[in-house]
Antibody
Framework: QISLKESGPTLVKPTQTLTLTCTFS??????????VGWIRQPPGKAPECLAV???????RCSPSLKSRLSITKDTSKNQVVLTMTNMDPADTATYYC??????????WGQGTMVTVSS | DIVMTQSPLSLPVTPGEPASISCRSS???????????LEWYLQKPGQSPQLLIH???NRASGVPDRFSGSGSGTDFTLKISRVEAEDVGLYYC?????????FGPGTDVDIK
């Protein structure tokens, strides 16, 4: 059974760096075509796909955020880490990680709410 | 970026009646391999989004057959044959043909 769980700080200050960890089970990122993605959703708004990483280390990131984003994987720990620099109050959102296979985010984590405020 | 639009943005429904949501993309989502890279998600109140449809018309595992997806190119439709009370929530379409993957604004479905 596939599951994912996001972890990280709930509050960060403007200009700080956010580091979120997605810990998953029930699958391996080394499987062909399998990926983990990070999606965020500001309160009351539509989701926004931030980054996706595949087992072959192929990465797809939002071009508008690419300079601030980093996505890495630790296959041995079954973790994917998202780093976002220079956080701003506009980055306040619920951050989800999700399993991606067959061109779909088919299993999502519960999400973690991150507030950016001084 | 590919821009996704949805209509209507709000949809009051009557249980037992059909419902339909339209999604349009600013560029064709039809790949040369014949697949349309369009997904539908439902976000129930207080929950994470859940996959309903992928590749335009493929129902995800465990999704009731009252949900169906259709369309090609730039015009897509999600249909619910007979709405049930548990179907309320926000429905989003998302394109995954090009990075960045982009979502529509959402359609809020609630019971009349």
């Amino acid at each position: 059974q596939i599951s994912l769980k996001e972890s990280g700080p709930t509050l960060v200050k403007p200009t700080q760096t956010l580091t979120l960890t997605c810990t998953f089970s029930g699958f391996t990122l080394s499987t062909s075509g399998v990926a983990v993605g990070w999606i965020r959703q500001p309160p009351g708004k539509a989701p926004e796909c931030l980054a996706v990483i595949y087992g072959n280390d192929d990465k797809r990131c939002s071009p508008s955020l690419k300079s601030r984003l980093s996505i890495t994987k630790d296959t041995s720990k079954n973790q994917v880490v998202l780093t976002m620099t220079n956080m701003d109050p506009a980055d306040t959102a619920t951050y989800y990680c999700a399993h991606r296979r067959n061109s779909a985010f088919d299993i999502w984590g519960q999400g973690t709410m991150v507030t950016v405020s001084s | 970026d590919i821009v996704m639009t949805q209509s209507p943005l709000s949809l009051p429904v009557t249980p037992g009646e059909p419902a339909s949501i339209s999604c349009r993309s600013s560029q064709s989502l039809l790949h040369s391999n014949g697949n349309n890279y369009l997904e539908w998600y439902l976000q129930k109140p207080g929950q994470s989004p859940q996959l309903l449809i992928h590749l335009g018309s493929n129902r995800a595992s465990g999704v009731p057959d009252r949900f169906s997806g259709s369309g090609s190119g730039t015009d897509f439709t999600l249909k619910i044959s007979r709405v049930e009370a548990e179907d309320v929530g926000l429905y989003y379409c998302m394109q995954c043909l090009q990075t960045p993957f982009t979502f529509g604004p959402g359609t809020d479905v609630d019971i009349k």
